[in-house]
C-alpha cells in the first residue's frame, strides 16, 4: 500500500490503518477509538520531543510550545504532505460537502494513525513515527505564538521569488446561513498550482488553502 511507504510503517494488522482512515459517517466501525489513542500517544511524544530539544525551558513555555505543534492546521498540514486526503474514507454526503479537504476530519485521521501505529507495533514505532513527521517543524518556546500564519508564509515565499501574489476564490459554500463553511482555492498561476480549503469562515479557508499550496511547494522545491 503506497501510504504504508509514506507513513514508512508496514502493518501487521492491516485492519487498523483502514479503520485509522475511515470517518463516522462512512461506517460504524470508524477512527474515533483511535482518534483519542493517537491523540495522547501524540501529546506524549511531542512533550518527549520538547523536554529533550529545549533544555531548561520552564513548563509553562512547553505547555505553550506543544500546543502550537498540535494544533488543527498543523497537523492538516501534516496529513496532506502524506496525502491523507486521497485515502479517507468518507460518506457520500461527506464526500459532497468536501469532507476530504476538511481540516477537522485530515487531523482527526493523523492522529488516528497514530493510535493505529501505537496499537499495531508499541510507543517506539509510534513516536519514531512522530517524529519524523515534526523533524522539519520549528521546535522553539515561542512556537505557539512566532510561527507565521499560512498566508503570510506563502506570500513571503512568492515574493522572495519575485512571483505574483495568489489569487484565492471562494467555491462553494456549504450549510445554513449561520453555520456554513466556506471552500475557498488558492491559486498560484505562475506555477499552474491550486488547492482547497475548508473552513468555518472565508479566512480560515483562505489560511487551509495556502497550508495545502505550502505542503505542495515543499514537496516541489525541497
Same mark, same amino acid.
Do not use: D, I, N, Y
Given at each position: 500500500m503506497a501510504l504504508q511507504q509514506r507513513l514508512q510503517h508496514n502493518f501487521?494488522?492491516?485492519? +487498523?490503518?483502514?479503520?485509522? +482512515?475511515?470517518h463516522r459517517s462512512h461506517s460504524a466501525r470508524h477512527n474515533e477509538r483511535l482518534e483519542f489513542l493517537g491523540d495522547s500517544v501524540l501529546n506524549l511524544a511531542v512533550a518527549q520531543l520538547l523536554f529533550r530539544r529545549l533544555g531548561d525551558v520552564p513548563e509553562g513555555d512547553l505547555s505553550r510550545a506543544r500546543a502550537g505543534l498540535v494544533r488543527q492546521d498543523t497537523l492538516f498540514r501534516l496529513a496532506v504532505s502524506l496525502d491523507l486526503p486521497a485515502a479517507i474514507l468518507l460518506g457520500e454526503g461527506e464526500i459532497r460537502s468536501g469532507g476530504h479537504r476538511r481540516p477537522s476530519i485530515l487531523a482527526d485521521a493523523l492522529e488516528a494513525v497514530i493510535g493505529a501505529m501505537f496499537m499495531d507495533a508499541g510507543y517506539a514505532t509510534a513516536e519514531a513515527f512522530v517524529l519524523r513527521l515534526f523533524a522539519d517543524l520549528n521546535i522553539s518556546p515561542g512556537v505557539a505564538v512566532s510561527e507565521k500564519d499560512p498566508k503570510t508564509a506563502l506570500q513571503e515565499w512568492l515574493q522572495g521569488r519575485r512571483m505574483r501574489l495568489p489569487v484565492y476564490r471562494v467555491v462553494g459554500t456549504v450549510g445554513a446561513a449561520h453555520q456554513q463553511t466556506f471552500d475557498v482555492e488558492c491559486e498560484v498561476t505562475e506555477l499552474r498550482l491550486s488547492e482547497r480549503g475548508i473552513g468555518p469562515s472565508r479566512r480560515a479557508g483562505e489560511q487551509l488553502a495556502a497550508a495545502a499550496v505550502l505542503v505542495q511547494l515543499k514537496a516541489r522545491f525541497p
Open positions: 501487521s494488522e492491516p485492519e +487498523l490503518l483502514v479503520q485509522a +482512515l475511515t
